[in-house]
């Protein structure tokens, strides 16, 4: 791929691929804390995730995966903790660490009044790409996305499944080495998760490293190779999928280690049609 | 059925006091408004009483009334849930028993009882006699009923395009007439007033053509009776009960339909030339090109452009409009507009909203921060200098002193550098997230944040005049020279005045924005979009 920049345009895509010094990590978080107000948010973290995996975050509402992965990408200030992806200190040099990421936030908000192929060519230009090679890569994007017909569509106009895909567009465009998704397959039809699904596997295999966060126990079971699990701003455990699953579904363990909501069926005697 | 929406209604409304503190003092706020309109119109009507033009007069007032039914509703729709017919679509009611649901609902709470209130006031002003005072109480009666089926009409007809991106889009360009008419009323009309250009005699021809519509109707009905004709008085009414009657037949049609027609937002249009343009031109032509499209196709954008030439106007035109014209007022107008394209566009990250994390994973650097600020500014000025230059012209040509254009056009350039060097300045360091509130499809300030918003506004302006000040000192003095002089030589100094400006600003904003990037996205991702 043609990473060459335009005059004027950061050069961030023009970096060569980083290499991790130490242990082949592409993520190394360090006791990274937020609180707003009393409520602690991200209560000290620490999690690793190798180089050229796909790794899940999961955890129930509230337990503090946004605020994590905001943190992870630069776009919320930590009040402590240290986050490096691919060795580069996110908070210490935050444009370095941003030039090598793409970001697919959980509530897609996209820039609503241009179309599909303008908003993935505007945010290869932001991203330092030349406009011939933005718009030749916005074209191979849409078209894998399965977005050709609609490219020329207003992204307001867009269904969900689109947006979701149309963000993940923006945020490959630039060839990032480290993807972070939140979310990615939320209110997604199951064709178009099918196609987001395909292009992650494709994109990890080709060495680069994914983190997205779900609540799709059989989505992470079935493609993440690493998981970790959050509940109440702290990382519960983390491992293989296989060393997190502990011979159980990651469903079973899951509930196991967060906890399960209490049983209150016996109050709905009513309902069901055997009832009247 | 239709207690059940009335409780439901009272309980929407009852929950906003239980609410956030935000919800229970707009609540408050919007309960003291009606009071106010309550007794206002009450007194207004009722000082009517001995006129000759009262039943012209009382028209006028019945057919704002209905004219203010017919557009509240739009402004606030997805705001009051009664009105979408789409959330009741669920539930086994037949359309019948809906329709008066739906009617007991929009006549409860403290705005439709404000209009009853009000409107009676024609039983002081307009009515006399026994059988005057019943037909008034019946007339307003009528008048309400019919300013709800109208409502009620149209919002279910538009509830479907309502829902939709080109519904919000309609209900933001609304912002545009009702700005021009405030705009008159309080600049134009008092100054025509006072010269006695407008009096009550001229409202004498509204009666011709008004009176056949509905609100003339109930109005001359009143008149009537108390003239002692009950036969011509009751057979208004008739035709008033019998327009409410097709209202409402037309409302059953239109709720039948809606509650089984597909959202419009599915039948999506297609952009013309999909390719972004000027994005060959570096980072400073991308997000350029990406201000310019939005100016075209946002619609707050293309309000804010209009409402700018409305201010701009509004500016000059008391001063323009009365014997004693004084004509340099439009150098005023010219800092004024060029003033509110800054204010307009301070706080970048806010206005842009959630979409800016795209800009801020991406834009880090001080020098990229450089090429987004002036991307901007380019684009705004592309627009700005032309409209806002136009519009002194026409002042100008209004004022038959199309001289002073010319001498307006360099305060504009100068002007506006420093109004966009500053709207940059203020997206830095004084960024705040926008919100949606109830009665307006635009965004304002959220709570909390009132603060920010007027200091950025006052802070432009305040900035902008005192920036522009050396080039009017300027203009003034070589006003007596030739226009060669004057074009020549005033105009490109303030061009290259305003360009340094703006640049100063774009380097400051640039210095400050580099470092609070994550807070800038925070405002952002707090931010509504329109």
């Known amino acids: 791929m043609n990473n060459e920049s335009a005059p004027g345009i950061p050069s961030a895509t023009a970096l060569p691929r980083y290499q991790p010094e130490t242990g082949g990590l592409a993520v190394a978080v360090r006791g990274l804390w937020k609180k707003f107000g009393d409520k602690e948010a991200v209560a000290g973290i620490d999690l690793e995730i190798a180089a050229g995996s796909l790794a899940g975050l999961v955890g129930p509402n509230g337990a503090g995966k946004t605020t994590s992965l905001s943190m992870m990408t630069g776009l919320l200030r930590p009040d402590g903790g240290q986050v490096l992806v691919n060795g580069l200190d996110v908070w210490a040099d935050p444009p370095a660490a941003k030039a090598i990421m793409g970001v697919v936030p959980a ?14 060519e505007y945010s290869g230009r932001l991203r330092g790409l030349l406009a011939a090679e933005a718009r030749s890569r916005a074209a191979q994007l849409l078209d894998v996305l399965d977005l050709t017909e609609d490219a020329n569509r207003l992204v307001a106009d867009y269904s969900t499944g689109m947006r979701k895909k149309a963000a993940l567009g923006c945020a490959l465009i630039h060839n990032p080495s480290m993807l972070f998704l939140d979310e990615p397959l939320e209110g997604v039809d199951p064709v178009s998760a099918d196609v987001i699904r395909r292009l992650l596997t494709r994109f990890v295999a080709s060495g680069s490293t994914v983190l997205f966060s779900s609540h799709v126990m059989e989505l992470v079971e079935q493609v993440c190779d690493h998981v970790s699990i959050i509940d109440k701003g702290k990382i519960v455990v983390s491992g293989t999928t296989d060393q997190v699953r502990g011979g159980k579904t990651l469903q079973r363990a899951f509930i196991d280690l967060v906890g399960p909501r209490a049983h209150d069926e016996e109050v709905l005697s009513w309902l069901g049609s055997s009832s009247s | 059925m239709a207690r059940l929406l009335v409780q439901l209604k009272l309980r929407l409304l009852l929950n906003a006091l239980h609410s956030s503190r935000a919800a229970k003092v707009s609540f408050i706020i919007s309960t003291i408004f009606a009071v106010l309109l309550a007794v206002g119109t009450f007194l207004a009507l009722a000082s009517y009483r001995g006129k000759s033009t009262s039943v012209d007069l009382t028209a006028v007032v019945f057919t704002v009334f209905a004219f203010g039914w017919l557009i509240a509703p739009i402004m606030v729709f997805g705001v009051d849930s009664t009105l979408d017919p789409s959330t009741l679509a669920l539930y086994p009611f037949r359309t019948r028993e809906l329709i008066t649901g739906l009617l007991a609902a929009s006549a409860t709470g403290a705005w439709p009882l404000a209009n009853v209130i009000g409107l009676l006031g024609v039983t002081v002003g307009l009515a006399s006699g026994a059988l005057g005072l019943i037909v008034a109480v019946i007339a307003v009666g009528l008048q309400v009923l019919f300013c709800i089926a109208l409502s009620r009409f149209v919002t279910t007809s538009l509830a479907s395009l309502l ?20 705009e008159f009323f309080t600049q134009v009309v008092p100054r025509a007033a006072a010269e006695g250009k407008i009096t009550a005699a001229s409202f004498t021809g509204f009666g011709s053509w008004m009176r056949w519509l509905p609100p003339g109707l109930a109005a001359h009905a009143i008149q009537d009776a108390s003239d002692g004709r009950p036969g011509l008085a009751f057979a208004r009414l008739g035709a008033l009960a019998a327009v409410i009657v097709v209202f409402g037949w037309l409302w059953v049609r239109a709720l039948s339909r809606a509650l089984v027609t597909t959202d419009t937002t599915t039948q999506a249009a297609r952009v013309r030339g999909a390719k972004l343009p000027l994005a060959g031109l ?22 804010y452009w209009a409402l700018i030439a409305v201010i701009t106007a509004a500016v000059s035109a008391s001063s323009l409009l009365g014997h004693n014209r004084h004509p340099a007022v439009i150098l005023a107008s010219a800092v004024f507009g060029a003033a509110f394209v800054g204010i307009f566009h301070a706080n970048s990250a806010g206005l842009t909203g959630p979409p800016f994390f795209l800009e801020a994973t991406a834009l880090s650097r001080s020098r990229d921060l450089r090429a987004y600020f002036s991307g901007q500014n380019l684009a705004l000025c592309v627009i700005g200098a032309p409209l806002v230059v136009a519009v002194c012209f026409g002042l100008a040509a209004a004022a038959g002193r199309p001289g002073f254009g010319i001498e307006a056009g360099p305060i504009v350039l100068a002007g506006l550098g420093a109004a966009l060097g500053l709207s940059n300045l203020f997206s830095a360091v004084l960024p705040y997230p926008m919100a949606k509130r109830a009665g307006t499809p635009m965004l304002v300030a959220a709570q909390g944040y009132g603060a920010y918003r007027i200091g950025s506004v006052l802070g432009t302006l305040a900035g902008t005049a005192v920036a522009a000040t050396p080039v009017i000192i300027g203009v003034v003095q070589t006003a007596t020279d030739s226009d060669t002089i004057r074009i020549g030589v005033m105009w490109p100094c303030a061009a290259a005045y305003g360009f340094a400006l703006a640049l100063a600003g774009v380097r400051l904003a640039a210095a400050a924005a580099a470092s609070k990037m994550p807070e800038l996205c925070q405002v952002a991702v707090r931010s509504a979009m329109t």
């Open chain 2, 163 to 182: 829902r939709s991106r080109r519904g919000r889009d309609l209900a933001a360009f609304m912002i545009i007439p009702l700005v021009a008419l405030y």
């Open chain 2, 282 to 303: 570096g980072l400073r032509g991308t997000v350029a090109a990406r201000f310019w499209l939005y100016q075209r196709r946002d619609p707050t954008s293309l309000v």
């Open chain 1, 107 to 120: 509530e897609v908000r996209l820039f609503e009044r241009l179309s599909g192929e303008e908003l993935l």
